[in-house]
């Protein structure tokens, strides 16, 4: 238990420090003499010639390219261009479709609130939509460049035309490029910096008018209600308004004090497991004194003045926090300053002083290191965002699985196993290798966003981190969004569903004395009622293509209760259940019993929290799997 332990710590050490993972590095010391030394993570190759665009063919659909195309690196090993606007043409449709989804509601079995509530969700998404900036988007491009030997140049183009430039997206991400602050202030051993623009006030404004303007008056009150509480307290607006713009984070490694992990007693004699001290910083820009006063003022707070020590370091004044002792030697004393237009918090008083060295052009920082100087090159800094990760994350990522790997092997010369030592082995190797040193600048312009980045390593440099990574956020923010849309849509569908055949059986009672058909004929009964086979198909039932049709012919989705089976309707209780969401084919019959069963075998309900029912009153509605043993499935009348 102690040796997996051991090997569990240095994995999750390891995937803290693993964003980056070129084997060779350039340490973090300014540069003083001698030509600056770049990553050896990938092989060395020739330049790339750069070469003129192709002149486009004519085309009868008009299209981004020459826009894009003007951005990016012709004659590189990656190049892509991607029209969007036939694809967000299509999604206007499907957009048209719910609205129309939305608008049949009222001729289904809901109630005034249930319409209200499908019409108001239909109504917001449409609206985020269109004003987020999304739907502006008229085309995307990348490509990389081989500069020099292993230093590669990628760009990627988000394009949209002038004219639409009023989305949420385009204006919360800044408007002129200028310079980038953050770089008098990274210490020489940064290893990861990323800073932003982010208007804040602008983000606010829209929600609180897309609120008004599509929420329900119940949540615009609460919401209402909710700012004015924060403003009385706190002056919520005002703060906001006071922030800058702009925001960010930095981590640091410092080579110099090695934290050294506690080992078990039975580990390796001669086994040693380090690595270098992390720091880390937070900041944000201000136009004025008020957030840190605030700030500032809850640190007088009796239970926090005497665990909180003032100190000046260049003029400015530090706030820093007494903490508890650590099991490891890491300096943590987190520190609060006000630096410039920027307000800080460090997890040490020593970072938070080599910042202000920077600040005060003592040293150079980051911007002064041989690798950050190779990869800027000739690239213009200027911009609206800015990304940086060194190389030597892949040194301290390979030292943690060396010597982890060290242990295992060590463990399996004494009877263990060795297939944790080939993972860890995998791990350290070519996989991560190719991962090196990047800087990014992004920039804001009348048309869209342009992201330069520059990277040593692999051949595609930043490409695949910018397309894995851009794509990812939007998936991660709009494909749940569409998955519950769609369950949603699907839902109603099959209520509607389950209400039609309610209503077939109910006109064929009336065509035969009050008498619900048999059992093994149910559903050819009622077929000339409901007049097509699809209203027996319900888009949650896991046998149905994608095409919305199915892999044999007659077979429902829903099944009619046995127990009312061929009874006479008018004797029947008005709660009991009649026709329920159960695949058990054309003209099946069951009851709870058969639910309960289908529920213990995989696949049959799938991911589904509720089914759809109609009772003998002609009522239809979606009842949890909970909420069925509670129903009427005898059709006698309770008590």
């Known amino acids: 238990m102690i040796k997996n332990s051991l090997i569990l710590t240095a994995v999750v050490l390891s995937l803290i420090l693993v964003p980056g993972c070129g084997e060779k590095t350039t340490p973090p010391t300014e540069e003083s003499t001698g030509?600056?030394?770049?990553?050896?993570?990938?092989?060395?190759?020739g330049p790339h010639v750069r070469v003129e665009t192709p002149t486009a063919k004519p085309s009868p659909q008009k299209t981004s390219m020459a826009e894009v195309a003007k951005h990016l690196d012709f004659g590189g090993s990656f190049y892509l261009y991607l029209s969007t606007e036939q694809v967000l043409a299509k999604l206007d449709g499907y957009l048209d479709a719910a609205s129309a989804l939305a608008d049949e509601a009222g001729q289904w079995e809901f109630d005034e609130q249930q319409r209200q509530q499908i019409a108001m969700a239909v109504d917001m998404g449409r609206t985020a939509y269109e004003q987020i900036g999304v739907r502006?988007?008229?085309?995307?491009?990348?490509?990389?460049?081989?500069?020099?030997?292993?230093?590669?140049?990628?760009?990627?183009?988000?394009?949209?035309?002038?004219?639409?430039?009023?989305?949420?997206?385009?204006?919360?991400m800044g408007a002129q490029s200028h310079e980038q602050q953050i770089l008098k202030m990274l210490p020489a051993d940064t290893v990861v910096a990323i800073q932003a623009d982010l208007d804040l006030v602008t983000g606010f404004e829209?929600?609180?008018?897309?609120?008004?303007?599509?929420?329900?008056?119940?949540?615009?009150?609460?919401?209402?209600?909710?700012?004015?509480?924060?403003?009385?307290?706190?002056?919520?607006?005002?703060l906001l308004r006071s922030t800058g713009g702009e925001m960010g984070f930095f981590v640091t490694l410092n080579d110099a004090k090695q934290i050294a992990v506690p080992l078990p007693p039975d580990a390796p004699q001669g086994l040693s497991l380090s690595f270098a001290e992390p720091g880390l910083a937070i900041l944000i820009k201000v136009k004025d004194d008020q957030l840190m006063k605030l700030i500032t003022a809850q640190l007088q707070n009796p239970e926090l003045a005497e665990m909180v020590k003032q100190s000046q370091e260049g003029g400015e004044t530090l706030y820093t926090m007494t903490t508890p002792p650590l099991p490891v030697d890491i300096d943590l004393s987190p520190t609060l300053m006000k630096a410039g237009d920027y307000i800080i918090l460090t997890t040490s008083l020593k970072l938070a002083k080599d910042i202000l060295a920077v600040r005060e052009g003592k040293n150079q920082g980051l911007a002064g290191t041989a690798e950050f100087k190779r990869l800027k090159g000739d690239m213009d800094l200027k911009g609206n965002q800015l990304h940086f990760m060194s190389d030597r994350l892949g040194k301290e990522f390979g030292k943690?699985?060396?010597?982890?790997?060290?242990?295992?092997?060590?463990?399996?010369k004494a009877g263990g196993s060795l297939t944790t030592g080939d993972l860890l082995g995998k791990l350290?190797?070519?996989?991560?290798?190719?991962?090196?040193?990047?800087?990014?600048?992004?920039r804001v312009t009348p048309e869209g966003i342009v992201m330069e980045s520059r990277s040593s390593g692999d051949a595609m440099g930043a490409a695949p981190l910018l397309l894995v990574g851009g794509a990812g956020i939007g998936a991660s923010m709009l494909l749940p969004a569409?998955?519950?849309?769609?369950?949603?849509?699907?839902?109603?569908k099959s209520v509607n569903n389950a209400s039609q055949l309610g209503r077939g059986l109910h006109g064929y009672a009336s065509e035969n004395a009050g008498r619900l058909p048999p059992a093994n004929q149910w559903c050819d009964a009622i077929l000339r009622e409901v007049g097509t086979e699809q209203v027996f198909m319900s888009p949650q039932d896991p046998t149905m293509q994608d095409d919305g049709t199915r892999r044999a012919?007659?077979?429902?989705?829903?099944?009619?209760?046995?127990?009312v089976a061929g009874k006479n309707l008018n004797e029947l209780s008005p709660d009991t259940v009649l026709v329920f969401e159960f695949p058990v084919g054309w003209n099946g019959t069951g009851g709870l019993a058969d639910i309960n069963l289908a529920l213990a075998r995989k696949g049959n309900y799938r991911n589904l929290s509720a089914i759809a029912v109609t009772m003998v009153d002609g009522s239809s509605r979606q009842a949890n799997f909970a909420e069925l043993g509670l129903l009427n499935w005898t059709g006698q009348r309770r008590r």
Do not use: C
């Open 206 to 238: 829209w929600m609180r008018k897309f609120i008004t303007d599509t929420a329900h008056p119940d949540l615009v009150a609460e919401f209402a209600k909710g700012l004015a509480q924060m403003n009385q307290a706190i002056k919520f607006e005002d």
């Open 428 to 442: 350290s190797g070519d996989n991560f290798a190719a991962v090196s040193g990047q800087l990014s600048v992004l």
């Open 553 to 563: 012919r007659q077979r429902s989705s829903y099944a009619m209760n046995a127990a």
């Open 400 to 412: 943690l699985m060396k010597s982890a790997n060290d242990y295992v092997t060590a463990d399996a």
């Open 482 to 492: 569409l998955a519950r849309a769609k369950a949603k849509a699907n839902a109603i």
């Open 35 to 45: 030509e600056p030394v770049g990553s050896g993570g990938a092989a060395p190759q």
């Open 136 to 172: 502006d988007i008229s085309g995307f491009g990348m490509s990389s460049f081989a500069l020099e030997g292993d230093l590669n140049r990628a760009v990627m183009v988000l394009h949209h035309y002038p004219e639409k430039k009023d989305g949420l997206l385009w204006k919360m």
